[in-house]
Nanobody, 125 residues
Framework: QVHVVESGGGLVQAGGSLRLSCAASGRTTRRFAMAWFRQAPGKEREFVAVVSWSGVFTYYADSVKGRFTVSRDNAENTAYLQMNSLKPEDTAVYYC??????????????????WGQGTLVTVSS
């Protein structure tokens, strides 16, 4: 079992930045890719970004490419999502997930083996 906890959400003005963290604990000896998804009110959960276990491979949704950066520190069992140039349409609950599958573009939420509880990001205009 792997326990995943997100943190770092909050309220920020448009154009601002936030960094989300995703801490994993438990059976972290397995090689998990770590992914970020988000869900806005009334919408389905959507892929945002994913980083491979090694940290070498990263993929992003087109809507965040060039603004968000995903990374990880395996020594700390933590993944990060640096979000810059935030827009009101980025407002959502952001979820971190862990999967034993390979990191790939537009990873499906069905591929996640473990989920965190989510952290709310609100971007005001």
């Amino acid at each position: 079992q792997v326990h995943v906890v997100e943190s770092g959400g909050g309220l920020v003005q448009a154009g601002g930045s936030l960094r989300l963290s995703c801490a994993a604990s438990g059976r972290t000896t397995r090689r998990f890719a770590m992914a970020w998804f988000r869900q806005a009110p009334g919408k389905e959960r959507e892929f945002v970004a994913v980083v491979s276990w090694s940290g070498v491979f990263t993929y992003y949704a087109d809507s965040v490419k060039g603004r968000f950066t995903v990374s990880r520190d395996n020594a700390e069992n933590t993944a990060y999502l640096q979000m810059n140039s935030l827009k009101p349409e980025d407002t959502a609950v952001y979820y971190c997930g862990a999967t034993v599958r390979q990191a790939e573009q537009d990873l499906s939420s069905d591929a996640m083996d473990y989920w965190g509880q989510g952290t709310l990001v609100t971007v005001s205009s």
